[in-house]
T-cell receptor, first 115, second 114 residues
Framework: DTEVTQTPKHLVMGMTNKKSLKCEQHMGHRAMYWYKQKAKKPPELMFVYSYEKLSINESVPSRFSPECPNSSLLNLHLHALQPEDSALYLC??????????????FGSGTQLSVL | QQQVKQSPQSLIVQKGGISIINCAYENTAFDYFPWYQQFPGKGPALLIAIRPDVSEKKEGRFTISFNKSAKQFSLHIMDSQPGDSATYFCAASNGGGSQGNLIFGKGTKLSVKP
């Protein structure tokens, strides 16, 4: 299994809603990532989890809250989002070995629309 | 200094032609240069990558050329096919154990006409 699976594929939410994005991989990878991608732009790194611990937070607003329950799962909890948060949210994973240039495996993303 | 500049923004090539996408960087600490291919509605997928101790890497129809002194690298797609139509991102990172610190270029939308 060489896939990163993201659910849901599409999500529409109001600014007062609470929702969660889910990501799962069964490749034994120990590093997992959340990226945000606006239309016609490159992915922007949001968070990195290494061995289930948050290792990088790229100054993301607190309305985005990541969680890594175990080595295979990564969640992104959303609360009180703004319309400008509408984007494709990508999960990725990699082996997680220090000092190794690693291949990132991306999921297909969740297309989020905030109304 | 952290930027990776990518050009052109869009590219139209006839089937069978050569597609060339260029990237330039400033940070000499970068030591890993991947190219990602992204189809609409999908996440990016690693296409090919190179390290600065090699001037060229070829995988099938895809070749990376790397010029360390000029701090430039490029992707060449030989015998371009309509199925190659996608957005291509170059990227760079300075590994050293820091995961996820890929700096992406702004992307090139490639259209291959039949």
């Amino acid at each position: 299994d060489t896939e990163v699976t993201q659910t849901p594929k599409h999500l529409v939410m109001g600014m007062t809603n609470k929702k969660s994005l889910k990501c799962e991989q069964h490749m034994g990878h120990r590093a997992m990532y959340w990226y945000k991608q606006k239309a016609k732009k490159p992915p922007e790194l949001m968070f990195v989890y290494s061995y289930e611990k948050l290792s990088i937070n790229e100054s993301v607003p607190s309305r985005f809250s990541p969680e890594c329950p175990n080595s295979s799962l990564l969640n992104l909890h959303l609360h009180a989002l703004q319309p400008e948060d509408s984007a494709l949210y990508l999960c990725a994973s990699s082996l997680g070995l220090q000092g190794v240039r690693e291949k990132l495996f991306f999921g297909s993303g969740t297309q989020l629309s905030v109304l | 200094q952290q930027q990776v500049k990518q050009s052109p923004q869009s590219l139209i090539v006839q089937k069978g032609g050569i597609s060339i996408i260029n990237c330039a960087y400033e940070n000499t600490a970068f030591d890993y240069f991947p190219w990602y291919q992204q189809f609409p509605g999908k996440g990016p997928a690693l296409l090919i990558a190179i390290r600065p101790d090699v001037s060229e890497k070829k995988e099938g129809r895809f070749t990376i050329s790397f010029n360390k002194s000029a701090k430039q690298f490029s992707l060449h797609i030989m015998d371009s096919q309509p199925g190659d139509s996608a957005t291509y991102f170059c990227a760079a990172s300075n590994g050293g154990g820091s995961q996820g610190n890929l700096i992406f270029g702004k992307g090139t939308k490639l259209s291959v006409k039949p």
